[in-house]
């Protein structure tokens, strides 16, 4: 137990979990095997930058972080992660929606299975 390393001073799971059971999110960084994940090497990559899944559930870590697990539905990984690894697509601030403007009407269809065309046309 002597190498785990706290990277953060805060505790995480005093307050609230950032992502709900459902909620769609994106990778904000590549995933690779620690050793963790079954049927996959070392240093394999399991997420990549940009992939989407869905959080399927909320755990602890540490008594200090929530690690969620994520369902890539496109590369059928279930991967735990930090929500610093993790961004949210059904719950961006309105600040952040106003500076994308008519493209965030296309992060609905992200990661539904529709193409961005099918999306545009109702």
Known sequence: MADIVRDDDVIEIAGPPRFAFGERVIAR?????DGTYGGKDIGDVLVNRGDIGYVVSINTFLQQ????????????????????ELCTLDNLPEEVLAQLGEKAGALADLGS??????????
């Open 29 to 33: 960084s590549v995933v690779r095997n």
């Open 113 to 122: 299975g529709k193409s961005q065309e099918q999306g545009a046309h109702p």
């Open 65 to 84: 972080f929530y690690i969620y697990a994520v369902d890539f539905v496109d590369t059928g990984c279930r991967v735990g992660m930090r929500a610093k």
